[in-house]
């Protein structure tokens, strides 16, 4: 691996000059034009009335996929701009052109839907097993079936243009809020005033101290904010809601559970199972407060950490481990990994205005993915380089197939990037020869079950809630927050002493418009991947292959039928879950003993 590791992505190698790039406004031109003339295809486009006259539509199919990729590359680039810089206007403004062009896009591929839903069962039959076509048949029939389900095409293309001033416009307004807040902190150098991502980086500071002061900022920021975010959170629920009505739809989780290619009964068993087993989590976090040497634990105190690391681990410590951990696994997962280190794929530096969290987007027309969080050297920075990493590798495995064949959901995009996360966070825990670094490591490792099985939970079972109170009408700020305590106090079974209440304001994942329910996949990625982990383990070095053809086939097959083709699972019976648990509750069985002198 190259040294130094660049701290700054590279994005002129995908479009040079930043907001100002001529070759990006050229790219823009180009798809505009070639949008446009898909839209007078279409517009005279006929469902076929027999096998032979389905070929006539392959140049529409065609450049369907073409345009779909390139507004994907368009989207990514300038929301990589806006991330790295949220006063870029520039940015602000490319990304509503994409938008807009994005939603003329949606308009025809509803209209084109509508040529498949008019197509005869009989013709379809025989248009799907062309040669030219097979290797599509999942995706179009996926969009086939959901066609039949929605409103005509003229009310979904009028819904998409409105969504872009409202709908998106809503959730880009959010941005702006976020923009805006700058939260205080007083350190040896004086008061600073910290971006909402800097911020958060102090809730999980080592000093106690530092972290209650900061929740108390945090909260104190978001409830100044929180009029502007109930606002902008009832109008996306809002539109949401009608949009659903006109189509018909009475369960706010049709849409993200279709997303998801997934089922409610496995949805509902996932939950059910993690619900018997949080005794074992319960347990955990009252030894965590014993060792941190509190009665109980705060909002604030979940992800404090426990044990002695070995302080803050220098970034390019962090790439070397995990490279070197995910050649254990696979070679060709590491080889990636240095791949996207070398070539500046991550952007990782410690500065002003740069948007909270971290992410992964890949570009389909490069063929490259960039990777963006703020790294501070704690051992939940280097869990969240090996996850975005994790989500890079699952996109490389997919890029030599068609475009709608790459267009997998989430809950299996969040399964390989946990996935990637477990493998270096356990190796970790055992390669540790120091009683409190292993401690540290293996603590840090169950935080992660605590996030996906309580944390997650809360933000399932509040916005849940808050959609079926939203059909009753506007939900103020403070219904909001006593919702969102609510939802907290249940999914941690009550063992915290203080929560967390304008968590819905601050956490980014309520406002995404993309996909509506950004909570749920995270868990189901969480399961899936560390029931996958188990199997790796009782398998050995011949799973590596056998986890890459499922990771290749994540862009078309349900969830169901991925687990059972390549592991010959049932999903909607509890053992692949139980499972999964199994092997989190020996973490904590290996935390409670190495802290028995708490008990």
């Not at 909607?572 to 069985?589: C, H, S, Y």
Request: net charge negative.
């Amino acid at each position: 691996m190259k040294q130094p590791i660049s701290l700054t992505w590279d994005l002129d190698s995908i479009f040079p000059g930043g907001s100002s790039s001529p070759q990006f406004e050229d790219f823009l031109k180009k798809l505009e034009a070639d949008i446009e003339s898909l839209r007078k295809q279409v517009a005279v486009a006929e469902s076929p009335a027999d096998a032979d006259a389905t070929a006539t539509l392959d140049g529409v199919i065609e450049l369907l996929q073409s345009c779909a990729g390139r507004l994907t590359q368009a989207a990514e680039f300038t929301g990589c701009l806006g991330a790295q810089n949220q006063q870029d206007k520039g940015a602000v403004r490319l990304s509503s052109k994409v938008t807009g062009l994005r939603a003329g896009f949606e308009g025809i591929s509803s209209q084109f839907d509508s040529v498949l839903r008019q197509t005869s069962d009989a013709v379809w039959a025989q248009w799907m097993t062309r040669p030219e076509i097979a290797p599509l048949s999942f995706v179009l029939s996926e969009s086939r079936d959901l066609a039949r389900e929605k409103m005509s095409p003229e009310l979904e293309s009028l819904a998409l243009e409105l969504a872009v001033d409202g709908y998106h416009g809503w959730s880009e307004h959010y941005e702006t809020i976020v923009g805006s807040i700058q939260i205080p902190f007083e350190d040896k150098d004086g008061t600073k005033l910290l971006s909402v991502g800097q911020a958060f980086n102090k809730l999980s500071d080592d000093d106690a101290n530092v972290r209650e002061t900061m929740f108390r900022k945090w909260e104190e920021a978001w409830a100044a904010a929180a009029d502007y975010s109930a606002d902008t959170l009832n109008h996306l629920a809002g539109f949401r809601l009608k949009l659903y009505k006109g189509r018909g739809w009475d369960d706010v989780l049709k849409e993200p559970l279709g997303i998801n290619r997934m089922s409610r009964a496995t949805l509902d068993m996932m939950w059910d199972v993690i619900t018997r087993n949080k005794p074992a989590l319960v347990l955990y976090l009252q030894r965590k407060a014993k060792v941190l040497g509190k009665d109980a634990l705060s909002w604030v105190d979940v992800d404090a950490p426990v044990g002695k690391s070995s302080g803050k681990i220098p970034y390019e410590a962090a790439a070397a481990d995990i490279v070197t951990q995910f050649r254990k696994f696979s070679p060709r997962m590491a080889d990636f990994a240095e791949h996207a280190f070398d070539n500046n794929w991550i952007e990782v530096e410690d500065r002003p205005a740069k948007r909270p969290g971290g992410f992964c987007v890949s570009f389909p027309e490069s063929k490259e993915s960039r990777i963006f969080m703020t790294y501070s050297g704690t051992p939940s920075n280097v869990s969240t380089l090996a996850h975005e990493l994790g989500h890079a590798y699952h996109s490389f495995l997919l890029d030599d197939l068609p475009l709608f064949n790459q267009n997998y959901a989430m809950n299996v995009a969040e399964t390989a990037s946990t996935f990637a996360e477990v493998i270096v966070a356990d190796a970790q825990v055992k390669a540790s020869t120091e009683a409190d670094e292993k401690l540290a490591l293996l603590e840090a490792k169950i935080q992660n079950s605590v996030a996906f099985f309580m944390n997650i939970h809360a933000r399932f079972l509040f916005e849940t809630r808050f959609y079926e109170k939203r059909k009753e009408g506007l939900v103020n700020a403070e219904e909001l927050s006593a919702l969102m305590e609510e939802a907290q106090k249940e999914a941690f079974c009550g063992v915290l002493s203080e929560y967390h209440p304008h968590f819905w304001a601050s956490k980014l994942h309520f406002y995404i418009t993309d996909v509506p329910f950004y909570n749920f996949p995270y868990t189901v990625g969480y399961m899936f991947s560390t029931g996958l982990y188990r199997l790796a383990l009782q398998e050995g070095p011949s799973f590596a292959d056998k986890y890459d053809s499922l990771l290749r086939d994540t862009g078309v097959m349900t969830l169901e039928d991925l687990v059972l083709r390549h592991l010959g699972v049932d999903l909607k019976k509890p053992d692949f879950w139980q499972g999964a648990v199994d092997l989190i509750v020996e973490d904590i069985n290996e935390f409670l003993r190495m802290t028995e002198q708490f008990a």
